[in-house]
């Protein structure tokens, strides 16, 4: 059993920044990529970041500059550091992180129950 969970979401006004944590845990052999995504209300799940085992990042472009991603392998933990918020930030933030059971296992997804995050004034 694998659980990833969200932290660290809440109200904050524009221009501000919150961070978020994701702690994976359970019967864990190793994390590939770990990522987070978000969903606005009456929108589709969207990419928000990604980063590897090796650290390599990825952004979407309405991020870029202001979020940045980060973990903790030890802690099998991600960040995502949330700067210059604007109000179309707003939505559930989702951790993602593929990862395998056992050494020979096969590589599974697991998602977080999700987080809000509410920009507004």
């Known amino acids: 059993q694998v659980q990833l969970m969200e932290s660290g979401g809440g109200l904050v006004q524009p221009g501000g920044s919150l961070r978020l944590s994701c702690a994976a845990s359970?019967?864990?052999?190793?994390?590939?990529?770990m990522g987070w995504y978000r969903r606005a209300p009456g929108k589709q799940r969207e990419l928000v970041a990604t980063?590897?085992?090796?650290?390599?990042?990825n952004y979407a472009t309405s991020v870029k500059g202001r979020f940045t991603i980060s973990r903790d392998n030890a802690k099998n933990t991600v960040y995502l550091e949330m700067n210059s918020l604007k109000p179309e930030d707003t939505a559930v933030y989702y951790c993602?992180?593929?990862?395998?059971?056992?050494?020979?296992?096969?590589?599974?997804?697991?998602w977080g129950q999700g987080t809000q995050v509410t920009v507004s004034s």
């Open positions: 359970g019967s864990i052999f190793s994390i590939n990529a």
């Open positions: 980063i590897t085992s090796g650290g390599s990042t």
């Open positions: 993602n992180a593929a990862l395998r059971s056992r050494r020979w296992g096969p590589w599974d997804d697991y």
